[in-house]
Nanobody
Framework: QVQLLESGGGLVQTGGSLRLSCAASGSIFSIYEMDWYRQAPGKQRELVARLTGGDSTNYADSVKGRFTISRDKATNTVYLHMNSLTPEDPAVYYC??????????????WGQGTQVTVSS
């Protein structure tokens, strides 16, 4: 059974940096996209960053120039490098893989979420 294990969240001061990691355990046939979403209290979950199988990236306007998504293909790990954090960034951050399982069927995998808190 595939699980996405997140790490790296925590408390940081405004202007600080964090790196989130999300590693897949188990076997996956292929991954066509890796994403980071976030959800703040009382708000809908929003897409923060996307990395496709072709290595193209997309970012929410609110994080462009501050956040970078990257991956390690060998370990099926995706990272979110967050710089210049602001009081608008606190949320629970979730990783997501759009993938095909060993039966070649499309599957959505989600991490358990990691809390990011920014203090002023």
């Amino acid at each position: 059974q595939v699980q996405l294990l997140e790490s790296g969240g925590g408390l940081v001061q405004t202007g600080g940096s964090l790196r989130l990691s999300c590693a897949a355990s188990g076997s996956i046939f292929s991954i066509y996209e890796m994403d980071w979403y976030r959800q703040a209290p009382g708000k809908q979950r929003e897409l923060v960053a996307r990395l496709t199988g072709g290595d193209s990236t997309n970012y929410a306007d609110s994080v462009k120039g501050r956040f970078t998504i990257s991956r390690d293909k060998a370990t099926n790990t995706v990272y979110l490098h967050m710089n210049s954090l602001t009081p608008e960034d606190p949320a629970v951050y979730y990783c997501h893989f759009g993938a095909r399982n060993l039966l070649r069927r499309p599957v959505d995998y989600w991490g358990q979420g990691t809390q990011v808190t920014v203090s002023s």
